[in-house]
């Protein structure tokens, strides 16, 4: 015999202290609640969504009228290296070629180290050759 009530060892007298139905109809209960109440809140909700779009009165046609509208979207490079290799060389082309501007006023386009050469040769030109050939004072 066991002193003070305790359970022989291997007979689980802790185990019937615990009721297992109970606690299970407990939990059973409590899941039954909420989903209820989730079902009763959605419900709830639709009723006063509906109510609510019902009394709203229709847009004024004025108040579309003054909305302002949205701005394109952007527009997007596909290939923006193509793009830009085409850019260069075009603007290359431009300052190594020839061309006319307006061929009316007779303006055209040289190349670049053309143009420098021509700037130099005027430059040369406006100068005197030598500092003795300047113009004496009478």
Do not use: C, K
């Not at 019902?54 to 579309?64: L, N, Q």
């Not at 952007?74 to 061309?99: T, V």
């Amino acid at each position: 015999m066991t002193e003070h009530g305790s359970a022989p060892h291997g007979s689980g007298g802790i185990d019937r202290e615990i009721d297992v139905r109970a606690i299970s109809r407990l939990g059973i209960w409590l899941a039954a609640v909420t989903v209820a109440s989730f079902v009763v809140g959605w419900l709830f909700y639709h009723a006063q969504s509906r109510s609510v779009t019902r009394a709203d009165p229709p847009p004024a046609p004025i108040a579309a009228a003054r909305e302002a509208p949205l701005p394109p979207g952007p527009h997007l490079q596909a290939r923006p290296e193509n793009e830009l290799r085409n850019l260069r060389a075009s603007e290359r082309d431009r300052l190594d070629g020839w061309g006319w501007v307006d061929r009316d006023a007779g303006i055209a386009h040289v190349p670049v180290a053309v143009a420098i050469d021509l700037v130099v040769a005027e430059a040369q030109a406006a100068v005197p050759a030598s500092p003795d050939e300047s113009p004496a004072a009478d």
